[in-house]
């Protein structure tokens, strides 16, 4: 039975728990450490600590740092909900009293919602508290959503996967003759809270960090030298940008009122030589953390790239990037075809025969 904690949040591109698990019963034991560079909303992570596997992971979307920490360091419910009362009350008692700007958060809030979510936005210290940031992944997972069908979302109805653009929303729910359903956002929140603690969470206790994976080495002193696995997916090729798809989460954290076009340079990697230059120095930034005979799997795709590509350009990187370690593939790569709802985070005009494909190398 899957775990709720594994879907607190939904992150576009992601694999599923079942990979991670079948990574860690074969190349890990128990207590070992595994690590996963690009976190995401925290598989890696929180699937190697239900599985009694220490674990790390970085991003540097926030969006992903946030969720992916909540599930690294599950608070006691008790305090959670106590926190939960306590900003209800402060709201109340507060002069807090938020009026949307924009036509697009009018039309996407009611307002008392959105005076409620502008202030958890405001006093929600994500970063530095882990009860808040265990309260701000579960707000972003129900900060929008098919409203006419859920009763936890708390917009007008939008994918609960991707937030869509400001404009193209307000004109699709005129045309549709939507308004925002009001939404008790306290309420909610604590029934969302409760979902998540109706399994046990895990008892060991993991760390990520909001940075890029390149510094990963740096920022885990304390972890030098113990990882054991590497299980990650790297931005694929020709995919769309994940601080565009994931805008609004990312106002909700701080951001901007309107999608970037970037939160960083590698968000969208459209160049081939280019790609693997990045991936190259991603491998260089965590070798402090491995082990001599580390493994590292990574699930990858690109629709200008082969199987063949993938592979050669994978054992290349890592050679070049580990010149003192023997890099010995485990096996030629297993493919599958990309479920059909993540094969539209490739950007349009590029092939509709979109392949994933594992792989994994042993260092020595």
Known sequence: MRHPLHSICPYFAMFPESFVAEQLFAYTRPNELVFDPFCGRGTTVLESLLNDRRAIG?????????????????????HVLQQVDELEKSYHSSDHDAVAQSEFFQMCFHPETYSEVTFLRDNLDWRNSSVHRFIAAVLLGILHGESH??????????????????????????????????????????????????????????VVVEADSRTAGDRFLNFQGQVSLVVTSPPYLDTTDYSEDQWLRLWFLGGAERPATRLNRDDRLTVVGDYWVFLQDIWAGIVKLLRPEATIVVRIGGTRLSKEDLFEGLQTGLQFAMPNRKIRPLHQGRSSEIAKRQTNSFRPGTKSDRMEHDFAFRLG
């Not at 869509?164 to 699709?172: F, I």
Request: hydrophobic share 35%; aromatic share 8%; with cysteine.
């Open 149 to 206: 069908r859920s009763a936890l979302a708390l917009s007008n109805r939008m994918p609960r996967t991707i937030s869509t653009k400001p404009d193209y929303s307000v004109r699709w729910w005129k045309k549709h003759g939507l308004n925002p359903p009001r939404r008790e956002t306290f309420k909610i929140l604590r029934e969302a809270v409760a979902f998540r603690y109706s399994r046990v969470p895990p008892r060991k206790q993991g």
């Open 58 to 78: 970085s991003d540097i979307n926030p969006v992903a740092a946030c969720v992916a920490g909540a599930k690294a360091q599950v608070p006691d419910l008790l």
